[in-house]
């Protein structure tokens, strides 16, 4: 069943095209990644889903928890989010002041059923419901080893745990679906190979659906279901690792000719 | 209703007036404007002080000719350097110590220049308003077929484009021009490509102070009260001129300067009854512009990078 | 420390400051008790240009406007009946109010909720501006509304001012309403409310990726601040028994700015030292603008004026040199107040931190 679906959505920043009439499809329990050269308009795929830039031309459909499909194209981040997609960034955007647990903490908000006055005075049902998102909260840091560090400031870990944490704090929102941005950048193969099993992990615990856009090919062919290849904007090879490894316009392009063959 | 009546009781003199009032008061909001674009295009940062280093100038300008006896024309030139170098003086300590600061401190930093510079005003100067030296030759006026208008009417408007034809001269004619021009674009490829931040930054704000230094010379010589304060709500409106016009962008600070100082006399002369609330056209048009193109009349998106 | 043990501290403190509160309204004189009073109304300002400042990083300079709602209000409706003909000398006050005289709670709340509802309005094309236009905008508008207070002469007086305030210089009334406005705001920053204000202040982007609808949250922060910038514009009418436009010139934002830059931008602990240090500042930086002698010498540089320059390169100085205040984003807590009186040097060791 599809999770997430484009229909030709398209891109245009003035005299650029940044993103030509894409159409992926994301079904259930997939990892699906996106590679491609720099520049080939990835993280703009990923901002276009998440609302974040308003596509030119197509639209994106998104099938909620409860089974239907509904047309999230131009929403607001925040309402897309609240629909169940949660996203890491390219270059990590933590709440870099606040503590490890506060970053989490606050990915719960967006469930709040209290209204604000409930929140602010702290009254009874609003305590309740605080105190079982502090649970969850407490959970997740400790099922990743994160519990231990939990106050200490976010921009003091670490740039692997950082990582992680971020990853962790989408996963605080509940997603069906989570949109992951270079999530191995930056790491040594040692790293790369830990990060693999975490999401491998994650994905199996949660019932996550993945996208993710990764340049790391031993964590792309690792484990993905299914691959999309982006260059200039447009699509040039859609397949399994097995297709997409032998795929010429794709080693053109992207992957490369190995230099011993 | 009162406005036709307004109208029809309108002389074609007063009309006239009204109009080279509009057109003197669009231009020093013009010049002052600049000085705001051009900051902001370079620094991404509001220079709550511009407004007040206006009045500095008229200051300046006061005990040129008043106190030291100076001709007026060296009191110009005086001016406009004092304020040139004021203008350095207050971006070297004010603002470059925190260039790697939040922004936010930036904008206290500048908040905190226009406070001390009012308050150092009113100490030195004291807070009663003082008379702007009178400059017989400005004031004269010359008749048009039953309407009077000053010298100074005209000059203004003639300065004005002739300052902003050498500013733009400046600007896409020089080294230096070129060099404001790319660190505004992308400031730290500007860097690695060796351009000197720092002088750059400090002529884009001689620049714009001198500019300021003039039409406060003018200024004072068409609305002769000097006050410590004077320059506060003149720099927020300018400050708006330059957002309606597309901050950033120098033509667009002359025409938003245009649009409010022309409007505000409009406004004032076809509804007297709400010259209490001059004062307020200018927000309102802000807001009108923020919501209906938020990067202003002759201004560029910019897109964030995620 | 356990929880409750923590409440009952507080609990006491709170019951011991009440107490000095009422010391000080029985035994000071009416100077004293007026600047400590003066004290308690900046902190409750302080506060809430800390709320939207400090907390949810929206650089926003409306204070002084929304003081003077929440002034007018108080000063409208308050004053008896019987003696507004004296007041209103000039142009008569508009009849649709004339007649309504409000309880000074009535009209304290009254002030605070129109100047929610004028944020409200403000906030819808405002909110979304960044940083520096958000500035300049609620700056502009602060001073229209003084403008339109100048203006409004039925309802307002106009220039002319409105006389004969019930007033209130009790420092006990005065403590239980910033104890409110204190404890209020404690408990929304340590809401969940409060942590979606500080996420957007950290990282707006990744703020809205995690669901926090931004303009939505900035409009309540927008409010709240701007609601008990109206209650303490009330008591400072109150305490003064007159209001005049002029005394609420948007430099009248600065003293807030710097109270919330000394105090700490998002330390609500700061809020209250901040305000002490600057009205404290205030009042007894007076004698630079009397004239000195030393030694039979008149000392020119003494004359008024000195004492806000003074002031303003205090501002200077704290955000060059001092930009975290201070207590920066920390707060005053039982086990910091423990740790404090054990080892009373090791707070100047663990600088550099928040």
């Avoid at chain 3, 630079?288 to 200077?316: A, K, Q, W, Y």
């Avoid at chain 3, 205040?325 to 009186?341: D, L, P, Y």
Wanted: hydrophobic share 50%.
């Amino acid at each position: 069943m599809s999770v997430l679906r484009t229909d030709g959505i398209t891109m245009q920043f003035g005299g650029v095209r940044a993103v030509s009439e894409l159409k992926i499809e994301i079904n259930e329990g997939e990892i699906v990644a996106l590679i491609g050269p720099n520049g080939a308009g990835k993280t703009t795929v990923f901002n276009m889903i998440t609302g974040v830039y308003k596509p030119t031309a197509g639209n994106i459909l998104y099938t909620k928890q409860s089974g239907k499909e509904i047309n999230i194209t131009g929403k607001k981040p925040s309402d897309i989010a609240k629909l169940g997609i949660a996203r890491t960034f390219q270059n990590i955007r933590l709440f870099k002041d606040l503590t490890v647990y506060e970053n989490v903490l606050i990915a719960k908000h967006l469930h709040l059923k209290s209204d604000f006055f409930s929140a602010a005075l702290h009254l009874p049902w609003y305590m309740k419901e605080e105190s079982s998102h502090k649970k969850e909260v407490e959970e997740l840091l400790k099922s990743v080893n994160l519990w231990d560090i939990r106050e200490e400031k976010a921009s003091s870990l670490p740039y692997g745990q950082q990582r992680r944490l971020e990853i962790v704090r989408a996963l605080a929102t509940s997603p069906k679906i989570l949109l992951l941005d270079e999530p191995a950048a930056g790491m040594n193969p040692n790293e790369t190979e830990d990060l693999t099993g975490f999401i491998q992990d994650i994905h199996d615990k949660f019932k996550l659906t993945v996208f993710m856009i990764e340049h790391h090919m031993d964590l792309v062919m690792g484990i993905s279901d299914c691959i999309y290849v982006l260059d200039f904007g447009e699509t040039i090879a859609k397949g399994t690792p097995e297709e997409i490894q032998s795929n010429e316009r794709v080693i053109q392009a992207y992957l490369g000719v190995d230099e011993d063959a | 209703m009162e406005i036709f009546q307004t109208i029809a009781n309108m002389t074609g003199a007063a009309l006239a007036q009204h109009v080279a009032n509009g057109i003197s008061l669009g231009s020093l909001y013009a010049l002052i404007a600049i000085g705001y674009t051009m900051v902001y295009g370079i620094l991404l940062m509001i220079n709550f002080a511009h407004g007040d280093i206006v009045m500095m100038a008229c200051y300046f300008a006061y005990f040129g000719i008043a106190i030291f006896n100076l001709p007026w024309y060296v009191t110009v030139v005086v001016t406009v350097v004092l304020t040139a170098l004021l203008g350095a003086l207050i971006e070297r300590t004010a603002y470059r110590p925190l260039r790697d600061a939040p922004k936010n401190s930036v904008l206290i930093s500048a908040i905190g220049a226009s406070f001390l510079l009012e308050n150092l005003a009113n100490y030195l100067f004291s807070g009663r308003p003082k008379r702007f030296p009178r400059i017989p030759i400005l004031e004269q006026n010359l008749s048009f077929g039953g309407v009077q208008i000053q010298v100074i009417s005209f000059v203004i408007p003639v300065v004005t484009i002739i300052g902003l034809l050498i500013l733009l001269h400046v600007v896409n004619h020089t080294k230096t021009g070129m060099a404001m021009r790319a660190v505004s674009k992308d400031y730290e490829i500007a860097r690695v490509m060796g351009i000197n931040i720092d002088n750059v930054i400090s002529v884009t704000f001689m620049l714009g102070s001198a500019l300021a230094a003039i039409g406060a010379f003018m200024w004072g010589v068409k609305y002769p009260g000097i006050t410590p304060m004077m320059g506060v709500m003149p720099g927020l409106k300018c400050f708006i001129a330059a957002v309606i016009g597309g901050i950033g962008n120098i033509k667009g600070a002359v025409l938003g300067g245009f649009i409010l100082g022309m409007g505000e006399i409009m406004i004032v002369a076809f509804f007297p009854q709400l010259s209490g609330y001059r004062d307020a056209f200018a927000f309102v048009v802000l807001i009108v512009i923020l919501f209906y193109k938020p990067t202003g009349l002759l201004g560029e998106k910019l897109m964030e990078k995620v | 420390m356990g929880k409750k043990q923590k409440l009952i501290l507080t609990i006491i403190l709170l019951i011991g400051l009440f107490a000095l509160s009422w010391f000080v309204n029985v035994e000071m004189d009416s100077y004293v008790r007026r600047i400590i009073n003066l004290c308690l109304i900046y902190a409750i300002i302080g506060l809430s240009m800390n709320v939207t400042n400090g907390f949810t990083g929206q650089f926003a300079l409306g204070q002084a406007g929304f003081m003077a709602l929440g002034a007018y209000v108080v000063g409208v409706f308050t004053v008896p009946v019987k003696l507004r003909a004296n007041v209103f000398y000039a142009v008569p006050m508009n009849p649709i109010i004339a007649d309504i005289q409000l309880p000074v709670w009535a009209a304290l709340i009254g002030g605070g909720i129109l100047a929610a509802l004028v944020a409200f309005l403000i906030g819808a094309p405002v909110l979304r501006l960044k940083g520096d236009y958000l500035a300049i905008a609620t700056l502009g508008f602060s001073e229209i509304i003084r403008i339109v207070i100048t203006n409004a002469s039925s309802f307002t007086n106009g220039a002319l001012g409105i006389k004969d305030i019930p007033t209130l210089n009790d420092t006990r009334y005065i403590f239980i309403a910033t104890a409110i406005t204190f404890i209020f705001i404690s408990l929304l920053i340590n809401s969940s409310y409060g942590r979606a204000f500080k996420a957007i202040r950290e990282d707006e982007i990744a703020a809205e990726a995690m669901g926090i609808d931004l303009y939505k949250h900035k409009c309540l922060a927008f409010m709240i601040s701007a609601f008990f910038a109206g209650i303490g514009g009330g008591l400072y009418a109150m305490l003064l028994g007159t209001v005049d436009p002029k005394n609420f010139l948007f430099t009248l934002t600065y003293n807030f700015l710097l109270i919330i830059v000394l105090g700490g931008m998002g330390s609500i602990t700061g809020s209250m030292l901040g305000a002490i240090v600057v009205t404290a500042g205030l009042e007894y930086l007076r004698v630079f603008d009397e004239p000195l002698e030393l030694f039979g010498v008149n000392i020119p540089l003494f004359r008024p004026g000195l004492r806000m320059v003074i002031f303003s390169i205090l501002l200077m100085v704290c955000v060059l040199f001092w930009r975290h205040g201070i207590m920066g984003t920390k707060e005053f807590t039982w086990e910091g107040a423990r740790a404090f009186i054990k080892h009373p040097l090791r707070v100047f060791g663990k600088k550099g931190v928040a």
